[in-house]
């Protein structure tokens, strides 16, 4: 099950506007703390910008959502970004859009556009990924079933609930025996664990069992 949406990477992203040129950095971040440096940061690189303007959402109910105009216009930037991120569900995520003004002033509207834009584009270079819980198993098999195994496998974890068992290899080490590790959603875990005593005849050790939340 999605618990919420966030970004994958740090990312920039810049576009022209009237002459003005906006610079949209995205970062990952957990808490207001990482927040908050990752915005000094910022304005320590663009000392000269005219504007550097934070949007902050932060928690899996959105529950921390911060921002500044940073001398804009009241409302103009930093709330639309982050009405923007919350209508979006994106969270745990630090928005700074830097912008160079370029001699034109865009008007009320204008610089809502411009803003909430520009931080969809740095979204955008950044990676919008859903966050799940998943389940990890490290597994322990002979040689003799590792090509099976490999083919049972799916390249990627489905959208939803609905597959049969599928799992991803997300890890393999060679030893004596073969040690892997799969992920899977939790809801198909005992069929995995059901396919790996089918397939090796019982002979599969389970080496550790986990819930992790996990970008997919």
């Not at 970062?27 to 000392?47: C, H, N, Q, T, V």
């Not at 040689?143 to 489905?158: E, G």
């Not at 050790?205 to 939340?213: G, K, P, V, Y």
Request: proline residues 3%; contains cysteine.
């Amino acid at each position: 099950m999605e618990l919420y949406r966030t970004v994958k990477a740090p990312a920039e992203a810049t576009q022209i506007i009237e002459k003005s040129r906006f610079i949209a950095h995205v970062m990952p971040i957990e808490s207001r703390e990482e927040g908050d440096a990752f915005l000094a940061e910022i304005r320590g690189k663009y000392k000269d910008a005219t504007h550097n303007v934070p949007a902050f959402v932060i928690g899996d109910k959105f529950q921390i959502q911060w921002a500044s105009d940073d001398g804009e216009p009241q409302g103009t930037s930093g709330a639309p970004m982050v009405q923007m991120l919350v209508k979006e569900g994106i969270t745990n995520v630090a928005v700074v859009v830097t912008r160079y003004f370029g001699g034109i002033k865009l008007g009320t509207g204008g610089l809502v556009r411009a803003y909430t834009s520009s931080a969809k584009l740095g979204l955008e270079a950044a990676g919008v990924c859903r966050v799940m819980e998943v389940a990890k198993l490290n597994v322990k098999i002979e040689y003799t079933y590792l090509a099976k195994l490999q083919n049972l496998a799916s390249s990627v974890l489905p959208e939803s609930g609905d597959e049969d068992a599928a799992f991803t290899i997300t890890d393999t080490q060679y030893d004596d025996k073969v040690r892997m590790e799969l992920a899977m959603l939790p809801e198909h875990k005992d069929a995995v664990i059901s396919i790996l005593a089918n397939l090796t005849s019982g002979s599969a050790a389970i080496l550790s069992d986990e819930l992790i939340l996990s970008k997919i």
